[in-house]
């Protein structure tokens, strides 16, 4: 996009809270990497959608590394900013006030406190209206985050999944670990199951609980298309929330997360089936287990800029069409 010269150039976009709206227009090498550039706030209050990381690494069963996805994951995210975002066509900030409310404080010392520490700053982000898309961090924070999310509508949601495996492994009730929480998420009735759809598995897991399933060969067999189709004739009108493991991706176009598999989905079938996704009631969204120590030319953390990117501009059209995106 053009810079316009009789518009004064601002110093740097993501600190200038006075712009709520409209494209960057910050040169993509310089400046301070909020996410795509958005306004730095704390406070979530009155904007549509808070955009924060979660650095939680330590419930991960083989390589760490992913407290540093939402660093890597907004830097490269600037990269993509100045031009209408693809396949929208339109600038996707016009229509949405997004800010970049920063990242969990977590303690290291004190990793039991990590799951409440979440919940209650997501409650607190969801209390003030905004849609909450959380930058991962390892997977683990879809299940404190579910909790905030539900306790504030009031009802389950429908999981949409995409991910190389269940994370269905047996739990007693309190363990910190990215393999089981969608056990206790189900335990406490946080998600609808017969509503729920998991997509690019391909690792076995003990139970299924009677959460649907489109394994990475189905997928690919189908195209991105069908598979969307399935997931809207799933979910059907239920609130949903959408959570996205880097790791649905083959390790060729992710080689960067925790526990890579091979024979999973591109890049453009990600993205091609994300954006077929717009007639869900969206409700929430995370990308997680990008790990910028094992990436290879930050790969994998634009990867998940760019599929962040894509739901954004879901409720971007969401919003144009008059349709609620608020929690
Ligand atoms: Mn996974």
Redesign the pocket.
Known sequence: MAHDPLRPRPVDDALDSSRRFGESIEANYAGATSFLRRRYARSAEGADVAVWGVPLDTSVSNRPGTRFGPRAIRDASTIMCGDPAYPFGFDIFEALDVVDAGDCSLDYGRIDEAPKAIEAQAAEKLAGGAHLLTLGGD?FLTYPVLKALTAKLGRPVALVQF???Q?TWDDDGSRIDHGTMITRAVRDGLILPERSIQIGIRTHAPADYGISLVDSLLAQELGPLATASRILGHVEDAPVYVSF?I?CLDPAFAPGTG?PVCGGVTSAFAISCLRRLGALNLKGFDIV?VSPPYDHAGITALAGATLAQVYLGLLAERKRAGKSIAP
Request: no cysteine.
């Open positions: 997977h991910d190389a495996h994370d493991d790791d526990t287990e």
